[in-house]
Each structure stands twice: as structure tokens, then as C-alpha cells.
């Protein structure tokens, strides 16, 4: 588990006993929207009102602290910044997946950037379709 306090300190947020819940609530989940993190964190801190979980989350994204995963028709999901990985987001159901990157990815990000004279600063790729799970749900 993550120092939630060095990590919100690193990025010059305060360390709140609320932020540091919102921050474990998602890195054991992985990938959560607001909803749910508002779901999981308002049983430990009953008087928390979801417009300041809201407020919270969008200072960490802004922060660094966390990253915004998109979901169109769905509402955004959120997860702890990590190293650098593709979103494989179910356009069905909303699930996010991480995978890795590959050299052959980094390679094509690398010649591109590199021949628009672009310097990259951090990248986030998403790639949506239909999960195994709901194709399979389709299927039958």
C-alpha cells in the first residue's frame, strides 16, 4: 500500500484523512468513478457531501495525483498516476482495464512526437470497444 500522505505532499496537496480514503477506496479498486468513490468514502466520513468529493478529485487530477479515464456515455472513471499503460474501457459496460505498453508502441510515439519536433510530457491511451464479458453476454 502507498504512502497516500507523501504521495499528496509530493504533488502539494494537503494530506486529509478524506483524501487519503478517496485514495485507497480507488487504488484497491483500480479504475472508480465519483459516484463510487463518494459510495465507499462516505462510510467512513459520514458528513462528506459528494460536491466535495467532486472538488477533491478534480484538485488531484489537476495535481497529478490522479488521471482521468473518459468513458463516452458514461461518466469518467479515476485511478492512482502510474507508470505509463494503454486503457482497454468497455464501451458496454464501463469496465477499464490496464495493459501495458509495448516497445512497438513507444517506438510509434517516440518517431511521431519526434518528427513533429513535439516533446512529450506524459501520454494517455485509451482504447475502447466491448469486453470478452459483454461480447459473451451479446453472444448467448
Same mark, same amino acid.
Given at each position: 500500500m502507498r504512502d497516500y500522505a507523501a504521495l499528496l505532499k509530493e504533488c502539494g496537496l494537503k494530506a486529509t484523512f478524506q483524501r487519503m480514503n478517496?485514495? +485507497?477506496?480507488i487504488e484497491k479498486s483500480g479504475h472508480m468513478s465519483i459516484d463510487a468513490i463518494y459510495d465507499e468514502v462516505v462510510k467512513i466520513h459520514p458528513s462528506l457531501s459528494l460536491a466535495t468529493v467532486y472538488k477533491n478529485i478534480i484538485l488531484m487530477v489537476d495535481n497529478g495525483v490522479l488521471i482521468e479515464v473518459p468513458i463516452e456515455g458514461k461518466k469518467s472513471k479515476y485511478e492512482l498516476?502510474?507508470?505509463d499503460h494503454i486503457h482497454l474501457v468497455?464501451? +458496454?459496460?464501463?469496465?477499464?482495464e490496464d495493459r501495458p505498453h509495448m516497445k512497438e508502441t513507444d517506438s510509434v510515439l517516440h518517431t511521431l512526437t519526434h518528427s513533429e519536433h513535439f516533446k512529450l510530457e506524459k501520454q494517455q491511451i485509451n482504447l475502447?470497444?466491448?469486453?470478452r464479458k459483454c461480447q459473451m453476454e451479446v453472444a448467448s
Open positions: 478517496m485514495l +485507497e477506496s498516476s502510474k507508470e468497455c464501451t +458496454e459496460c464501463g469496465e477499464v475502447y470497444g466491448v469486453c
